[in-house]
């Protein structure tokens, strides 16, 4: 059964930083290339970082340079550590395969203050 669990999130303070951790079930955790997802309130769902399996990483502009994607295969966990937090990064932060699997967890909520 696949199960994605979220959590790490919190209240910081713009410049902030936190860590999130998303334990995932093997099935999906097996699959290629695992992501971040973030929705804030009022917009779409938008793809935030993903990590291969075998460590090649990608950002969105928005949080290149702030943001590390990384993963632990022996633990099917996958991380996002988040540096430099600006309000605009307030959101549900959730994880998933790229291309997503139909069913997401609950997600854990981020919310930066200015």
């Known amino acids: 059964q696949v199960q994605l669990v979220e959590s790490g999130g919190g209240l910081v303070q713009a410049g902030g930083s936190l860590r999130l951790s998303c334990a995932a079930s093997?099935?999906?955790?097996?699959?290629?290339?695992m992501a971040w997802y973030r929705q804030a309130p009022g917009k779409q769902r938008e793809w935030v970082a993903a990590?291969?399996?075998?460590?090649?990483?990608n950002y969105a502009d928005s949080v290149k340079g702030r943001f590390t994607i990384s993963r632990d295969n022996a633990k099917n966990t996958v991380y996002l550590q988040m540096n430099s937090l600006k309000p605009e990064d307030t959101a549900v932060y959730y994880c998933n395969s790229l291309p997503t699997y139909p069913l997401w967890g609950q997600g854990t909520q981020v919310t930066v203050s200015s």
């Open positions: 093997g099935s999906i955790f097996n699959m290629q290339t």
């Open positions: 990590i291969t399996r075998g460590g090649f990483t």
